[in-house]
């Protein structure tokens, strides 16, 4: 069976609402299982746990006796309804009110023609909810049938309503809507004023100062025929033969007709009896609306079988509007009611309405109830699709979804209409009307048989259960704070977040002015060509402004869509668009095409992410953590192509799946049909069907990236004015962009990642957040010979190395020498068998590859080798929360051949001889490795790194050259040392600390000693809301600054250290004046915790911090609408007491003696480590630097706040006895990395 793409604008434009297409997609909605990362930060809303209202409006009118054309057991429309109807109430979601109204299904008795109009049969109420206690004190009195048992929940109940409901009755759905209105708003109860005994009186469950009867009377009714209210008077039934016509003719859908020949000679045996009967009513009940949250959707589901239709016969006018009788659209002429005279006709019909009319307290015509909404509705508007008794009902849904009906309540409080034809297929004027009615998006459906009905019934409610999770979650346009400044351009990342797979994003250029303003539009330069002002962007909280203007498109603000590269792609057919589908690694060889054409090489299975032949097992990644079998986390895709994500209790293993169930083989079958492979690949490369156009073979371009959320750009100088920015976003292409026009001149798309793209197609709802390429890039500028320019000829290359992070466990290195001609230079990934399977433990590609130079050799020769540095990367087990257990994957750090790939070292392979369980590191290792040169001969000789599991580690290479073998460079004696260890508590405990990033270090000189510090601060980053771990910062003394540690050597532990709050509170004690071993800051507020690594300059360390609360510090309110607030902060301490040494915030007013610890910096976003921008040098009146007068002033910035945090006016001494950050700068004091401007200096 090819598998189905379902290609969503394309379904939306050939089908109304196809009811099959439903069914098929209705499971989807229940299969999102959401996985941990920081974009939870996105859904941090609970209004997903308010649960929506919806109202069942349904049909029971005469036409519901009708036999279902086709049904095995011949049905009737109403026995289907009540089969289905039970069928879809025990299956519905949990997470939902349900109530019920119904119409008609009265007898023909003296109140037949204004009855079949009811009130609320029962309030809308959580769906497993026990009914016994809230109907008892009703039960003598109401007109509802009795709870099979007292445990028996709502779900039960509605559907035990239905199933005692016969078929009578017109079909009034406008007034009965008008009701059902007034139920959501909270009005005062109309059609369903009256005692409950009554059959069309409200519940009263469902209003408020219940109506009394102040007059009654007993009367004779027929039980049998459904005239006898609850009210029977105690032993006067009995049982009679009763005349009946033979052959009835019916000619309306009310069941309405004439007796053929006037035949009366049957007889049937029926049961009469006398009730009581209210003759007046007191009171003025009032519905009690179900709308109680802000954010809490409502819904209506209207089913009939009928158009609407109501009582006509000549000459009682042509009235029209709510609780009037408005003429159907054929009008019944005398001859039709043969053999009775017409005069005999027009007086009993006469006089039958003129009595119930005396009866009824006749409302306002609903176009006043609508007032501006009614449009002219019920006066001069034609009849909608031509039914008179019509008439304002597509008006009054309309009204309904656009006002707002609670007014006590924040926002806007709306209802949306789901209609559902039953039916009708013999009808298409009915059908055309009922979808009119419809106000939900996709909210119309049809159904002519038992499966379809039931059908209809489960998409709805299935749709509603999935959009409450989203109902009222913002709509974010957030911009990363991933400023990248190149001279004086600045790029910035911007993405939308969505409740569907599809996140928006964008990458726009804007300017920074030589005093550190961010501007766009026009530009204004200085004789020197410095940018000196232009438009504003963003305002003094890092906040885009309304008419933020970019350098490569029209004013956009905070559109994320607008302007930007997004709106520079090329056409989807002049695009190049690049996969590694091939041997052939040019990725810009035809092989290599992500083009229709590439029928060879981009196969329905790479497509799809399924095995080429049956010899393939599915792709999975479940780990047999307790080696029974089960992996509780992970997941595989299945041979439809479909990827399931595995999240389960280690404990009771519920949620968990056996291993062997899922690792089969799949038959090698063509798995797309052409026209389906055509469109997923079109679909890639930018192409969707145009909305606007009923031809489905009319397209439009997609202007589309992807989001940036962890992956930073990077521009790459090619020199001659050739400059290209490289963009990775989770849609999974890497964009090479022409930085003067922002135009893409290609893409690449790792083959990995193809199977995504159906998913994007589709754009299904999830809170799965779809991840592609959303790894840091590094460039390494390779000049072979050193001779500063970059030349082919020469050897030299240009190569750009990614891994994918949360989009896989790969690393590829691209060379990108020629900008045009991009080759994949290697690739690596946990699939290889080579190196004693050490790329079997690498886990999700998080750790940046750090360049550095290694040698290579033995005690007679060696050679130096360029390298890359990176941990092992994430297990992805660490996401749930419920423990800390031992990764399986990760707990590893890799150096690799830069040019080859060549695995040179691994600490678990090299050290511990490939042996997961003597490698004392026994968490993954996600974050980058801080490389160092101690001896500074020009080559690496100590790593230090952190892992998941609160741990810091110190490796010594060259430990081989003290040892007393001949060997030099054998990194097998490599010497691994714990540091630290400050995640202690076991799984559960507030000490349960993660560390994600590379501890930072600084060496320090004080008097005539040198010392080394390391910083880091901890937190969860995957679960970036979590409460439960108290994080902090640290900054650690470490003892042996050039000598290796000693053997049995002791791990700090948080008891070792001091709290930075409460200690140096002599101005002359810190780190370097006592026997500290380091200090910890806890933070003030909960939850708060370090996502980004540290940053030590000038005897400052500066990081950034989220916490789930508002800038004041207050944690989220009770309230399920209010979405929980979030905020980052940036801090700048003092290296050695942690104390405060700046005024963040330039405000004297806060902080001790003005100097903050901290200022917030952003709203609803990991903040980013701070960056360390040089500015241009200059003399010390600002002119051009000469002899003996030439500074170099240095910020600090994080985010995009509009000031750095650090700049010259705000720093001070921090009692080290070194100033502000001005003034000249050794750069090879600096131990750090470091980022700056490359502004072109001149002599």
Not at 304 to 321: H, I, N, T, V
Not at 938 to 961: C, E, K, P, S
Not at 1158 to 1168: K, M, Q
Request: charged share 20%; with cysteine.
């Amino acid at each position: 069976m090819p598998v189905k793409l379902n290609h969503k604008n394309n379904a939306m434009k050939k089908i109304r609402c196809s009811l099959r297409w439903l069914l098929l997609t209705a499971p989807l909605l229940f299969a999102t299982v959401l996985m941990a990362d920081e974009t939870e930060i996105y859904f941090t809303d609970k209004s997903g746990k308010v649960a929506p209202n919806v109202l069942f409006v349904i049909d029971a009118s005469g036409s519901m006796s009708q036999v279902v054309t086709g049904d095995a057991t011949g049905r009737t429309r109403l026995n289907v309804l009540k089969d289905s109807f039970q069928e879809v109430m025990s299956t519905a979601p949990a997470n939902l009110n349900v109530g019920l109204m119904h119409y008609a299904n009265h007898g023909l008795g003296a109140d037949y023609w204004w009855s079949s109009i009811k009130g609320a049969n029962f309030p809308v109420t959580p769906i497993d909810t026990q009914v016994q206690p809230l109907i008892a004190p009703y039960q003598a009195d109401d007109n509802l049938p009795n709870p099979a048992t007292g445990t028996t929940v709502v779900r039960e109940f509605l559907a035990s309503i239905v199933n005692s409901w016969d078929a009578n009755g017109y079909t009034p759905i406008v007034d009965s809507l008008y009701e059902a209105a007034r139920y959501f708003r909270g009005d005062t109860v109309e059609w369903g004023m009256d005692v409950p005994s009554i059959g069309w009186a409200a519940h009263p469950l469902t209003y408020d100062n219940a109506p009394t009867c102040t007059a009654s009377h007993q009367e004779d009714c027929v039980k049998s025929w459904g005239q006898c209210n609850t009210n029977i008077v105690a032993g006067s039934c009995t049982t009679t033969s009763h005349n009946q016509c033979c052959n009835w003719i019916t000619t309306g859908g009310d069941g309405s007709g004439y007796c053929k020949d006037d035949d009366y000679t049957c007889s049937s045996v029926i049961e009469k009896c006398q009730h009581t009967v209210c003759d007046a009513v007191a009171g003025a009940p009032t519905y009690k609306s179900p709308i109680e949250y802000s954010c809490q959707a409502n819904y209506l589901v209207l089913m009939s079988d009928g158009k609407p239709e109501y009582p006509y016969f000549p000459g009682l006018g042509d009235a029209d509007g709510t609780r009037y009788y408005p003429p159907s659209v054929k009008s019944l002429a005398m001859s039709d009611f043969n053999p009775m005279p017409a005069p005999s006709w027009t007086a009993y019909f006469t006089g039958l309405v003129a009595t119930n009319n005396s009866q009824i307290k006749v409302a306002p015509p609903l176009q006043d109830y609508l007032g501006a909404a009614a449009n002219g509705c019920g006066t001069t508007a034609a009849a909608p699709r031509g039914y008179n008794s019509g008439r304002c009902g597509p008006e009054l849904t309309r009204w309904l979804a656009d006002t707002d009906h609670n007014a006590t309540l924040q926002g806007k409080q709306a209802v949306d209409t789901y209609t559902v034809a039953f039916a009708l297929g013999d009808e298409p004027t009915g059908t055309a009307y009922l979808k009119d009615l419809a106000t939900k998006a996709d909210g119309a459906f049809t159904a002519d048989n038992a499966e379809e009905l039931a059908g209809a019934f489960k998409a709805i409610l299935n749709s509603i259960s999935k959009a409450s999770s989203s109902f009222s979650s913002p709509t974010y346009a957030i911009d990363t704070n991933n400023m990248l400044s190149h001279s004086d351009e600045v790029y910035i990342p911007m993405f939308d977040r969505s409740s569907t797979a599809v996140w928006s994003g964008n990458l726009k250029k804007f300017a920074r002015t030589v005093d550190g303003k961010i501007v766009g539009g026009t530009l204004v330069r200085d004789a020197k060509n410095r940018v000196t002002g232009g438009d504003p962007v963003v305002n003094d909280k890092g906040e885009f402004v309304d008419t933020a203007d970019d350098l490569w498109g029209p004013p956009s603000g905070s559109d994320v869509t607008g302007g930007g590269v997004a709106s520079q792609l090329p056409l989807p057919d002049d695009r190049n668009l690049y996969t590694d589908v091939s041997a052939n690694s040019d990725l810009t060889a035809a092989a290599n095409a992500l083009s229709v054409s590439n029928t060879n090489n981009l196969t329905d299975a790479k497509l799809l992410g399924l095995p080429e032949t049956p010899a393939e097992k599915v792709k999975y990644w479940l780990p047999d953590a307790d080696g029974d079998g089960t992996s509780c986390l992970g997941y595989y895709t299945d041979c439809d192509g479909k990827k399931h994500i595995v999240v389960g209790d280690y404990d009771t293993k519920v949620g968990c799946i056996t291993i062997s169930s899922v690792a089969i083989t799949c038959p090698g079958v063509d798995h797309l049909t052409d026209p389906e492979r055509e469109n997923l690949i079109n679909f890639a490369r930018g192409e969707i069907d145009d909305p606007t156009s009923a031809d489905p073979d009319v397209t439009m371009p997609r202007k589309q990236m992807g989001d940036m959320l962890n992956s930073k750009p990077l521009v790459v100088d090619y020199g001659d004015g050739e400059e290209r920015i490289f963009a990775a976003t989770n849609e999974g292409f890497l964009h090479s962009i022409n930085t003067d026009d922002g135009e893409e001149q290609w893409a690449f798309m790792p083959k990995n990642l193809l199977p995504n793209v159906k998913t994007f197609m589709e754009n299904l709802p999830t809170k799965d957040h779809v991840y592609g390429i959303d790894g840091p890039l590094t460039l390494w500028n390779y000049d072979k010979n050193l001779d500063g320019d970059i030349q082919t000829a020469d050897g030299d290359k240009r190569v750009l190395f990614f891994g994918l992070r949360r989009g896989g466990k790969a690393y590829y290195a691209l060379d990108i020498t020629s900008p045009d001609s991009p080759v994949v230079l290697w690739k690596k990934d946990n699939t290889l068998s080579v190196d004693s399977n050490a790329w079997q433990e690498l886990g999700e590609t998080w750790s940046k590859p750090t360049l550095a130079k290694m040698r290579i050799g033995s005690s007679t020769s060696s050679e130096i080798r360029n390298v890359l540095v990176f941990g092992a990367g994430y297990d992805a087990s660490k996401d749930a929360e419920t423990g800390r257990q031992a990764d399986q994957i990760g707990n590893d750090v890799m150096i690799v051949d830069a040019l080859t790939g060549d695995l040179h070292w691994s600490l678990q392979r090299d050290v511990y001889g490939g042996n997961a369980a003597t490698n004392p590191v026994k968490h993954s290792v996600p974050g980058d490795i801080r490389v160092l040169d101690m001896d500074r001969n020009g080559t690496l000789d100590r790593l230090y790194f952190a892992d998941t599991g609160g741990n810091v580690w110190r490796v010594d290479m060259d430990h081989d050259l003290r040892d007393s073998d001949p060997d030099m460079y054998n990194y097998d004696d490599a010497v691994l040392t714990k540091i630290a260890e400050l995640g202690e508590n076991g799984n559960h405990g507030t000490d349960t600390r993660k560390f994600f990033y590379e501890p930072d270090t600084a060496l320090i000189q004080h008097n005539g000693k040198v010392y080394m510090t390391i910083s880091l601060g901890s937190g969860y980053r995957t679960h970036p809301l979590n409460t439960n771990t108290e994080d902090r910062f640290y900054v650690l003394m470490e003892p042996n600054v050039y000598n290796e540690p000693p053997v049995g050597f002791t791990a700090l532990k948080n008891a070792d250290l001091v709290d930075a709050k409460t200690s140096f509170s002599d101005p002359n004690d810190n780190l370097l004046t006592g026997t500290y071993k380091g200090w910890y800051y806890d933070f003030a507020h909960k939850g708060e915790k370090v996502l980004a690594p540290a940053v030590t300059f000038l005897n400052k360390v500066v990081f950034t911090t989220f916490a789930p609360v508002d800038a004041a510090g207050n944690e989220p309110p009770d309230d399920p609408c209010i979405v929980p607030p979030n905020s980052a902060r940036a801090y700048v301490l003092d290296l050695f007491t942690g104390k405060a040494v700046a005024n963040l915030d330039r405000d004297t007013g806060t902080g001790t003696d003005g100097k903050d610890e901290f200022v917030v910096a952003g709203f609803n976003e990991i903040l980013d480590a701070a960056k360390i921008i040089f500015r241009m040098p200059t003399a010390a009146d600002g002119g051009d630097c000469a002899a003996g007068d030439c500074e170099q002033t240095v910020e600090i910035r994080v985010g995009k706040l509009e000031m750095p945090v650090l700049d010259a006016s705000n720093d001070e001494d921090g009692g080290t006895g070194i100033g502000g950050v001005t003034g000249s700068v050794d750069l090879t004091d600096i131990l750090p990395r470091m980022f700056w401007l490359d502004h072109n200096v001149g002599d």
